[in-house]
C-alpha cells in the first residue's frame, strides 16, 4: 500500500469555499489501476489557519507514480494554483509505503 498526501493551511473564515472546491472538483481516481481510497480531513484551527489534509490510497508507489504522469492527474489539477487567496503558503506533500497493517474483518449480520 503507498499513501499520497497534502497538507493544507487554510485561512480563518475560508474553510467551507476551501472543502467546496473538493467536493465539486473532477477526480477521475475512480478510474485509475491501483486507486483504492481517497479522504480529505480537517484538523485542528488556530488564528493564522485551519489544517487539512488530502490523501489517497494507493497499491503501490508505481500506480500513484502513473497516475501523476497520467492525463486525468493534469485535468484533475488544471487551476489548482489559483486559489492563493484561501491557502497560507504552498500544500505540503508527504508520501509513505506500508509496513505493517491491520484491517477491520466485515462482521457478519
Known amino acids: 500500500m503507498f499513501v499520497a498526501m497534502n497538507r493544507f ?50 497499491a503501490s508507489r508505481a500506480d500513484f507514480e502513473a497516475w501523476t504522469k497520467s492525463e486525468a492527474f493534469r485535468q484533475a489539477h488544471k487551476g489548482a494554483g489559483g486559489h492563493e487567496d484561501i491557502c497560507v503558503g504552498r500544500p505540503s506533500f508527504e508520501s509513505f509505503e506500508e509496513v505493517e497493517g491491520t484491517e477491520a474483518l466485515a462482521k457478519a449480520g
Open 9 to 58: 493551511k487554510i485561512r480563518p473564515g475560508r474553510e467551507q469555499d476551501f472543502e467546496t472546491i473538493w467536493r465539486e472538483r473532477e477526480t477521475f481516481l475512480e478510474e485509475l489501476p491501483g486507486f483504492k481510497a481517497f479522504h480529505l480531513l480537517r484538523g485542528p484551527s488556530d488564528d493564522e489557519h485551519t489544517l487539512y489534509a488530502s490523501h489517497t490510497v494507493w
